[in-house]
């Protein structure tokens, strides 16, 4: 994710010639000479900004944020996915051309409006805690109805549903993107009245609004699954999944979900003839095992966490368990430390995963996470989808 926002952070991080071009863009003469500017002249910008209206630096520090957002390798990604939806061949030439992430990021602010709200509710979705998401994946694999009048469907039910329920979702309004053969569906019932104090017009007054709260469906169909994200809202999920299936899978009802009952058989990570098998398209460079937690057969209470540091001996875990000579035990966690291969000049990136019996893995289903996922599916690691019967 992108840095905290600050102006001056903003500044430091955004070339000159881009910033120079989205003044001109908004039409607002900052009264700076960006030919002469030095870079990351950040005092020198602020105090251009704090000579314009209170109405245009609101303005522009939206949108700064917006883009301060995506100036990240998440936000660039989400970007890139978003221009291949859009069949924008050509983007991701123009947008690796450039150096550095605000840069990026601002030049597809500038140049490609279009793709900007998907990428930003991509990113979003993308940083959520795999915790959040709420998954079902015996749904049977239709295709999804996305036509207007079924999105304005969804948007009612779901209305309709929190309005009786508990007197708040009176407008709803529903957004759908779709994204690496999965679809999104964004929704934002209208919430309960709040009152928060701000600055208006140099006055500080308390302005009553009604914000808007958050609902994510993900569908799959070639998974036959669908993952919601309601937070504070996890009451309302099976409910969720039967107007979802209703309105945009056409299923007349929809059956109790069945438990995810699949798991991470972890103990062949410690036979001999164990390896992580790498296909060379996925850009994995090495995985090793940094920790392992057995759990003793005879009392699963007793657990044994055996740590080490892998970089030099990858084999440093197997050998400090094999000298422990332990009674009858399962693995119940295994920590891995994946690192890809590196791109050009760059600095070779890592990922640590832990994987915990019977179905803890804090991966997402996208990116390097998504790499990571396919990895373990081929090693024998990752939990297989249950076979329904229709």
Known sequence: ???????????????NHFLAL??????????????QLKENDADALQTALNKLTDSQILDIEAEFQ????????????????????????????????????????????LNKPTYWRGAAMFLHADNVSPSYWKKRNDLPCLPPQVEDEDIEALARAISGYFFHKEGRGKNCTVEPYRRNQKEYFFAYPEDFAQSAVE???????SQAHHPAFEIIFVYSEAEGSLDIYA???????????????????KLETLTKGVIDKRVYELTPVVEDDFEFKIEPVL????????????????????????????HKT??????????????????SQVTLKVTFEAIGNQRAKTRTVNITHPNSCALNHDGNDLKIRQMLASSGLEPKAMSVKE
């Open 66 to 109: 917006d883009v301060n957002a995506l100036a990240c390798e998440g936000g660039i990604v989400a970007l890139v996915d978003e221009a291949s939806f859009h069949g924008d061949d050509g983007f991701v030439g123009e947008i690796a051309a450039i150096e550095g992430f605000h840069a990026k990021a601002m030049w597809a602010f």
């Open 314 to 331: 990858p084999d440093a875990v197997y050998s400090r368990l094999e000298k422990l000579n332990l009674p009858v035990y399962y693995v």
């Open 231 to 249: 937070p504070k809202n996890s009451k309302a999920i099976a409910d969720l999944q039967v107007m979802f299936a209703q309105h945009i899978l």
């Open 199 to 205: 600055w208006v017009g140099g006055t500080l007054k």
């Open 1 to 15: 994710m992108a840095a905290q926002y600050s102006n001056r952070h903003f500044f430091r991080k955004t070339p």
């Open 283 to 310: 850009g994995i460079a090495s995985v090793v095992v940094n920790r392992l937690r057995v759990t003793l057969k005879h009392d699963k209470k007793e657990r044994i966490t055996i740590e080490a540091d892998a």
């Open 22 to 35: 989205f003044f001109e863009a908004k039409g607002i003469p900052l009264g700076v000479d960006f030919g």
